[in-house]
Each structure stands twice: as C-alpha cells, then as structure tokens.
RNA sequence: GCCAAGGUGGCAGAGUCUGGUCAGACGCAGCGGCCUGCAGAGCCGCCCAACGCCGGUUCAAAUCCGGCCCUUGGCUCCA
C-alpha cells in the first residue's frame, strides 16, 4: 500500500514516489505579526505529513522558511521603542513563531532559512536569470519576463494573454509586460507601500527598511525569488514536495516555478501540496482581515491535544471552518481519546492484568485500527479517518474494561482479569498512531506542581467522601462543582472518586 | 471579468479520480435505556434525515457530460 496524494500540478492523486531521502519544503510565513490559526493549519498538515512519511520508512529532510523582508515588516518599525529597524520586527515575530511551534509540538526542521541570511544566493539567481535572457534589468529593479517562459501559468492554469489583459502597463512602465514580476526592487520599501500597511502613525519618519548592494544598485528581494532561492540551497534543484497554502498558488507558487526552472532547466517539485484555508465565520482567517486568533492565545485556551485534534478533523486539501461548535466537537474527540488511553494504562499496569487473559475482540480490534489508520492515511492523509480508526479502538477499550469491571463486581464469578497483551497492543497503538503520527500527547507530564496539585485535589476528594458518607451530598457536591470551577473534573466509580485535570 | 476550490443530514465531514457494493465510518448536538444518591464518564439503542438547480449519457449517476445559480480563495501583502 503506498500513499497517494492530490497534487495541484498535476490536477489529480497521484502515487507518491521518492528515492531514499523525501526533501519536503514549506513555503513558511512572513513574520510581521503573531501566527495565527491559519498558519497553524499548514504547520500541522506539514508536520503530520512528515511524521507519516517516517513512519512508513523515508528520511524526511524538512526546510521551511521565514521570509523576514518584507514591507509589511518596515510599516511596524518604531512601534515599539526597542523596534529600530526592520530586523528587530522580524526577530520579534521570528521568536513568536518559534515558540508557537514547539508549542503545537511540531517536529523541528531541518533548518529555518531566513532571506536576510540568503540575499548572496538571491542575486546568484537573479544574474543567473539575466544571463540565461528570462529577467531584464530596469531602473535599477530586476524583472522576469514570463513571455520567455513558455509553461508559466501551468500550476495554476493561468494564461499569460488573460492576464496581460488585466494589467495596466501605463502604471508598469518599467516592465515589458504587465504580467512581469520583480526579482529585485531598486530602493528601499515606498513610502506608499510603508503607510500601506502601517498600523500606528511613525510621524515625520516613514520607514524604507534594509537594503543591500547589487550589481543593479542598492535594492530588495523580490516577493517570490527568495523560496526558490533557499529551497535550493538547502535541498537541491528538484525538491520531492512543495507544500503550502492554497492561496499562494498564484502568483506565488507560479513565480517560484517559472524562476526556478528557467534557472536549473530541472524540475523545480516533484508534488505540490496545498493546503486548504480555515474559513472564521465563511471568511478566510488572515492578519489583513483581522479575524484571526493567535497561536500562542489558542494554545493558552484550548492546549496543543484539542487544537491537533481540531486539525485532524478534515482533510489538509479542504477548507475547514472554526467555529465554537467545531472547536467543542475537537475537545470532546480528544477527551474521549485521553481518557481511554487513560484508563488502558490504568487496567495494564494493576494487578488485574494477566497473561492468559483473552478477548478477542479487544485484540481484533486493535489490529483493525492499524490497518484501517494506515489505509486512511495513505488515502490522501484523511486525518479524519485516521482518527476514526482510533476513535473506534476506543470504543473496543472501554467495552473491554467494562467487562472486567462488572464480571470483577459479580460475587459468584470472581475471577475476571484484564487482557494483558491485548491492553498493551492497545496503548501502543494509541501512543505510536495518535502520539508518533498525529502528534498528540497523552502522557502529562509529572512536574512538581502538578504533582503538588494532585495532593491537593486527593485531600479534598478524602473531605468529599467523609461528607458523602456523612450523607450530606449537599457539601459534597459543592466540592464537586467547585473543583470543577478550577479545572478539576471529579468521576465517581466503585472504587472511590477519581479526577483529571482539564 | 479571468483562474481555482467548493455546494452532501440539526452541525461537522468522507465518498467524486476508478458509475452499481453508498447515500458509509468516526464525532458533535438531540432523544431513550443500562449504570449512578445525583452528575459525569462508559456501554447499548434511536435520530424514520441530506447528494445546489436544470438537462443529458447509461440498465444504473453524489460520481461522467453540458448549462445555470450560489459560496470561498487568487488575480495586490498573504499559509
């Protein structure tokens, strides 16, 4: 069974083919303000993609970028005192994002190539382009000439005489065609475009951010050299994936393959994956809009297990939208996926697990959920199913510990035992599907506050069954409800109240 | 206007490539039952219900073809 996946260039699945190392690059995101849930989505589809092609066997070698030129990262100079220059902006947001990921526990990349670190190989492709006659130079800015590039339009079936059409070659006098596009600005950034995007008044000041020399004077990067520039440096001509927002195929992921191929006159990807956008309220959610709901607020309210889970709820090619009923619906699945891993850890490791205890449903069931985890993830990755297939040995779990606890209750039999092998079989497959592939983490971790709380909650819990004892259920649920106030949910069983925190 | 992705039950979301085995699985919400002092969790059952519209091809269409309507995205910074 090998993984198929739906490829923008091609315009239908295809089986996914690479020799030895799979180099993956992440068209990664402009750091001019926090990342949002949006970015987020790529981020884990990306991820996810990454952790399954390990999983069946490939070295994955993952470079995303961080794009820290641009004019929107210039119009926030000033904003904050110690926010001088462009490069203190984008160091600001850089360090955000990196906190953001390792929050959403992403595996890391390779390596995060920033275009201030590769302007040298910038204008290394800028000449090379010159030279091979697709980009002109004009008033110290450097265009490409997309009438030179016989495919361009061909991911995202644009043709160069519509979109010549739509231009206004009045106001692009510096370009031969108005569908050209820059590979190197003369200047800094236009006080236009600074105000463009400003967010508070500089005053008299109006930022131009950095610039660095070239042959064709002092200048920018264009939009979109900089990802073919660094996803060549750091994975060779032809890359395995490209991956990336679906609102980047045009222009962005056009410009990157028109001056990509024209400058190797090797196939710049093998796949292109694009990811669909997450719709808030039927709109796309972007910083521009403004509907948008930070990574580091989200992880703060909702925790990386349920945002994951959320994630996990649709397909990465589909839009997905984010509302409070689709956000409750995650923290429920990702509820019922922790408690029952929970609850298997609890039964294997008591004295109850044993050795020649068999249910065959149980151990069925966990061969069904690889093999029916597996078949949705190479569909495509339907994450959904994926989690379906957890979802359902869940089910299989709690029958299984059910009736051990019932048979356990009944006087008469008295002997009934857990499934060692088959509870084990079952952990491992949540810890490796749910944990290695999905990402998700079902062990909390110990440290001494959560142990110190877990005191805590135990003493109350003692308090709570004397009243209970005492038949003041009154008191006793008043314990109840305000633990519950501070995050702690309390469960009643046979053997006594047990709690999670939430 | 041009290009693209979509429109499936109360919600959410597969299925469309490769027509029949599909109107599925998981879940959320809702309802009933078991269990429980109550609640929660868990289990069992129900939810008699939906393929945007109009044509066409076919023995057979959610799926293929044509037309139309609507939504979203891109064409300008964007994941």
């Given at each position: 069974m090998s993984l198929v996946v739906t490829d923008t260039l091609a315009d239908e699945r295809v089986e996914f083919t690479a020799d030895g190392d799979v180099t993956l690059y992440v068209c990664g995101l402009t750091v001019s303000d926090d990342p949002h849930l949006g970015h987020a989505r790529l981020w884990f589809h990306a991820d996810v993609l990454h952790r399954w092609l390990e999983h069946i066997g490939y070295d994955v070698r993952h470079v995303e970028n961080v794009t820290d030129v641009n004019e929107k990262i210039t119009a926030r100079v000033g904003e904050r005192d110690d926010w001088s220059e462009e490069r203190d902006v984008a160091a600001a947001f850089t360090a955000t994002t990196f906190d953001a990921m390792r929050g959403l526990n992403l595996l890391r990349a390779e390596v995060y190539p920033r275009v201030t670190e590769h302007v040298p190989e910038i204008r290394e492709l800028v000449e090379t382009l010159i030279e091979k006659g697709y980009a002109y130079e004009s008033n110290g800015s450097v265009y490409f000439d997309v009438t030179t590039f016989a495919e361009y339009g061909k991911l995202s079936n644009q043709n160069v005489a519509d979109l010549e059409a739509q231009g206004e070659p009045d106001e692009r006098s510096e370009k031969r065609n108005p569908a050209d596009f820059a590979l190197w600005k003369a200047d800094g950034v236009s006080e236009t475009a600074a105000r463009e995007h400003a967010k508070h008044d500089h005053g008299a000041e109006t930022p131009?951010?950095?610039?660095?020399?070239?042959?064709?004077?002092?200048?920018?990067?264009?939009?979109?050299?900089?990802?073919?520039?660094?996803?060549?440096?750091?994975?060779?001509?032809?890359?395995?994936?490209?991956?990336?927002?679906?609102?980047?195929?045009?222009?962005?992921?056009?410009?990157?393959?028109?001056?990509?191929?024209?400058?190797?006159?090797?196939?710049?990807?093998?796949?292109?994956?694009?990811?669909?956008?997450?719709?808030?309220?039927?709109?796309?959610?972007?910083?521009?809009?403004?509907?948008?709901?930070?990574?580091?607020?989200?992880?703060?309210?909702?925790?990386?297990?349920?945002?994951?889970?959320?994630?996990?709820?649709?397909?990465?090619?589909?839009?997905?939208?984010?509302?409070?009923?689709?956000?409750?619906?995650?923290?429920?699945?990702?509820?019922?996926?922790?408690?029952?891993?929970?609850?298997?850890?609890?039964?294997?490791?008591?004295?109850?697990?044993?050795?020649?205890?068999?249910?065959?449903?149980?151990?069925?069931?966990?061969?069904?959920?690889?093999?029916?985890?597996?078949?949705?993830?190479?569909?495509?990755?339907?994450?959904?199913?994926?989690?379906?297939?957890?979802?359902?040995?869940?089910?299989?779990?709690?029958?299984?510990?059910?009736?051990?606890?019932?048979?356990?209750?009944?006087?008469?039999?008295?002997?009934?035992?857990?499934?060692?092998?088959?509870?084990?079989?079952?952990?491992?497959?949540?810890?490796?599907?749910?944990?290695?592939?999905?990402?998700?983490?079902?062990?909390?971790?110990?440290?001494?506050?959560?142990?110190?709380?877990?005191?805590?909650?135990?003493?109350?819990?003692?308090?709570?069954?004397?009243?209970?004892?005492?038949?003041?259920?009154?008191?006793?649920?008043?314990?109840?409800?305000?633990?519950?106030?501070?995050?702690?949910?309390?469960?009643?069983?046979?053997?006594?109240?047990?709690?999670?925190?939430?």
């Open positions: 131009t951010g950095e610039t660095w020399p070239s042959p064709w004077g002092d200048g920018r990067p264009g939009w979109h050299v900089e990802c073919s520039a660094m996803s060549t440096t750091h994975l060779g001509d032809t890359l395995d994936i490209h991956m990336g927002g679906r609102d980047l195929v045009f222009p962005h992921h056009e410009n990157e393959i028109a001056q990509s191929e024209a400058a190797t006159g090797e196939r710049f990807a093998r796949h292109w994956l694009h990811v669909g956008l997450l719709a808030m309220d039927g709109e796309k959610m972007s910083s521009s809009i403004g509907n948008f709901w930070t990574v580091p607020d989200a992880l703060d309210e909702l925790g990386v297990n349920v945002i994951r889970t959320f994630y996990a709820g649709a397909a990465y090619r589909s839009e997905q939208a984010l509302t409070e009923g689709t956000i409750a619906e995650a923290e429920e699945r990702w509820e019922r996926l922790s408690r029952t891993y929970d609850r298997a850890v609890a039964a294997l490791d008591s004295v109850d697990a044993r050795a020649k205890a068999e249910d065959g449903d149980l151990r069925e069931a966990v061969t069904d959920a690889r093999d029916d985890f597996a078949a949705a993830m190479n569909d495509d990755l339907n994450l959904r199913e994926a989690t379906a297939a957890l979802l359902e040995l869940t089910d299989a779990v709690n029958r299984h510990v059910d009736a051990v606890d019932a048979d356990a209750d009944d006087e008469a039999t008295n002997e009934a035992a857990y499934d060692y092998r088959g509870l084990r079989e079952a952990v491992e497959a949540f810890a490796e599907l749910g944990g290695d592939v999905l990402g998700l983490q079902f062990e909390a971790e110990s440290d001494g506050e959560v142990e110190l709380a877990g005191e805590l909650v135990e003493l109350i819990l003692d308090v709570r069954e004397a009243e209970r004892e005492a038949g003041n259920y009154e008191r006793a649920d008043d314990l109840r409800d305000a633990l519950r106030d501070v995050g702690v949910e309390i469960e009643d069983g046979p053997d006594g109240a047990t709690y999670r925190f939430e």
